[in-house]
């Protein structure tokens, strides 16, 4: 019987491997601090009277309850997506979005407000649900700070463009996160480099331009027609 030894990564592998490494280690951290908050304040509702969960002190522990799940929802999400965009784990269904179905309110993302200027009939080609997970990464970024965002949408041959403007943009925040990186109160840390990727697969592209995020999808051969 031939002895098991284990297998240990490459000199090749052993960068994609520590990279990957430090990315999780950002993840497990992220994860780990909203994670430990809710339960507390889980604790500490359960410890209470009915009178006591009631009354102010239980509304305060259920509001931070709320903000540290939605937090950590909002990290494992992306950090799913990110996962299986990075396997192809994803099938796509590609039909024509209309442009103002791909946006949230303002309050699901944190914006002061947001302002649509899309031009008329605007649409593009891709998966609706990726679609719209790429347009809430960008607005989750520009509506930082609980910043206003103006977004305006035009169509240039085959393109789809739209320019969010907001809380300054920076090409650093497209880079996945690593082991000692800072985090985001939200949970949107993993938002930009999930719509990277998404936007990669769709065939299109999300950058910087004079302090704005840029984003570009395939449109459909023709502009809708309105009714």
Known sequence: MSELRPTLPTAESRPVTEEKASQLA????????????????????????????????????????????????????????????????????????????????AITVGAGSIELELEPGLSVVGDPGLARRIV??????????????????????GVARFRFEGAKATPEELVDPRRGDSGDTRGSALALPAARRACALLGGAVGVDGGAWILELPAPESPRRQG
């Open 26 to 105: 950002f993840v497990a951290h992220e994860i780990r601090n909203p994670l430990s908050t809710a339960l507390w304040s889980v604790e500490m509702l359960a410890r209470m009277s009915a009178e006591e969960r009631g009354g102010a002190r239980g509304e305060k522990l259920s509001r931070m309850s709320l903000r540290a799940l939605t937090r950590l929802r909002r990290l494992v999400e992306d950090h799913l997506l990110i996962a299986r965009l990075d396997v192809g784990g994803i099938p796509l269904e590609l039909e024509e979005v209309p442009a103002r179905e791909m946006f949230p309110g």
């Open 136 to 157: 809430e990464g960008i607005l989750l970024a520009a509506a930082r700070g609980g910043a206003d965002v103006r977004v305006t949408g035009t169509r240039k041959g």
